[in-house]
T-cell receptor
């Protein structure tokens, strides 16, 4: 079946603009995760959704970052007033349920470049 | 913050040779997983080893886990050029039962 998809694959934006990144998880997966990969920080956890609620937002780096999930499916990560340090690859993953031993399936990522 | 540290940071071998990558971590874990990433995108899950397991095999992959030393190793036998990629260990645990904490990765290059 279809894997996790993300759009856009690449996004170039000017500093100060807002961006929205989209994630379509595998159908039937109730848990969804956002991670960020950058040269300086490696792979970092951002936020976890179980259904439409986000019990763990601890990885969001600032209040400029927000995410939502609707219908227990699609998720959108929004970055307001982008800064150059936001440049990174944003990865989304989903799993059947959230919990130990459930494999997380990753999407191809969105490469964000802030100029 | 990074939990795992892979060693070495980069490894270059010839096709047919074995490749060994190591990972160390700091806190207690539920499980440890290894992922492969090609061309800086798309992580692919390779293998998961639970905290009460010591060794696990999957095809040409062998993973060991030593919880007393807080370390793991990934062995790829009979390497192929297609194995060229970055390899990451990721731990789950430390109070969370879903959040993966990744190491910085080992860049493996397999020369034909």
């Amino acid at each position: 079946g279809a894997g996790v998809s993300q759009s856009p694959s690449n996004k170039v934006t000017e500093k100060g603009k807002d961006v929205e990144l989209r994630c379509d998880p595998i159908s039937g997966h109730t848990a969804l995760y956002w991670y960020r990969q950058s040269l300086g920080q490696g792979l970092e956890f951002l936020i976890y959704f179980q259904g439409n609620s986000a019990p763990d937002k601890s990885g969001l780096p600032s209040d400029r970052f927000s995410a939502e999930r609707t219908g227990g499916s699609v998720s959108t990560l929004t970055i307001q007033r982008t800064q150059q340090e936001d440049s990174a690859v944003y990865l989304c993953a989903s799993s059947l349920v959230g919990g130990t031993y459930y494999e997380q399936y990753f999407g191809p990522g969105t490469r964000l470049t802030v100029t | 913050s990074q939990q795992g540290e892979e060693d070495p940071q980069a490894l270059s071998i010839q096709e047919g040779e074995n490749a060994t990558m190591n990972c160390s971590y700091k806190t207690s874990i539920n499980n440890l997983q290894w992922y492969r990433q090609n061309s800086g995108r798309g992580l692919v899950h390779l293998i998961l080893i639970r905290s009460n397991e010591r060794e696990k095999h999957s095809g040409r992959l062998r993973v060991t886990l030593d919880t007393s030393k807080k370390s793991s190793s990934l062995l790829i036998t009979a390497s192929r050029a297609a194995d060229t990629a970055s390899y990451f260990c990721a731990t789950e645990g430390g109070g969370s039962n879903y959040k993966l904490t990744f190491g910085k990765g080992t860049l493996l290059t397999v020369n034909p």
